[in-house]
């Protein structure tokens, strides 16, 4: 299981997968969207991403 869940559509969000809360509505990002992977959004996208403010707060911007 990869540690981050990255919405790539017009949300921009990132999640982390063992923080993931049924606010988040992960299964509504659509496949061609969702990129789930192990390296930490912040050193690839360190201005266009946010991070969900339900299991990735301390990194909510938004």
Known sequence: MSIYI????????????V???VACNIHLIAANNRLDTDVDYTVLYPLEYDGCKHCYTEKHRK
């Not at 990255?6 to 997968?17: A, D, F, L, Q, Y």
């Open 6 to 17: 990255v919405n790539t559509g017009p949300n921009k969000e990132v999640h982390r997968s």
């Open 19 to 21: 923080h993931v809360k």
